[in-house]
C-alpha cells in the first residue's frame, strides 16, 4: 500500500488542523493505522492509532501528549486517515507522518510496514 500525507501548515497556538492520509490499494480497511511525529533533533514518536473495523468494533489509542486534543479517524469507503488536531501547542510541531500495519494498536514504529511522507506541522505561539 502507498500512501500519502497532506494538511499539515502554520497555525497559532490554540489553533486546529486536520491531518490526512490518502492510501492506494484495496486492502485500507484491513490494517491498522497511525500517525508519528518527529521533531527536529528528537527521534519520531507515537501519535496515535486506529485498529481495522472488525466485529467488536474499532478501536483507538493516543499518546498521552495528546490525549483530549487530537482524533483519530478512518473513512474506509474513501481509503483515507485522517488526525484532528484541536488546541494546538508549540510541543506539537513536527513533521507527521502517517503508517499501515498489521498488529492492531501497536505504538512501536517497527510494527508499521508502510508509511507516507511527512507533512510538516508549525505551531506559533
Known sequence: ?????????????????????????????????????????????????????????????YADSVKGRFTISRDNTKNTLYLQMDSLKPEDTAAYYCAAGSVRGSRGQHEYDYWGQGTQVTVSS
Open 1 to 61: 500500500v502507498q500512501l500519502q500525507a497532506c494538511g499539515g501548515g502554520l497555525v497559532q497556538a490554540g489553533g486546529s488542523l486536520r491531518l490526512s492520509c490518502s492510501a492506494s490499494g484495496r486492502t485500507f480497511s484491513s490494517y491498522a493505522m497511525a500517525w508519528f511525529r518527529q521533531a527536529p533533533g528528537k527521534e519520531r514518536e507515537f501519535v496515535a492509532t486506529i485498529s481495522p473495523i472488525s466485529w467488536s468494533g474499532i478501536t483507538t489509542s
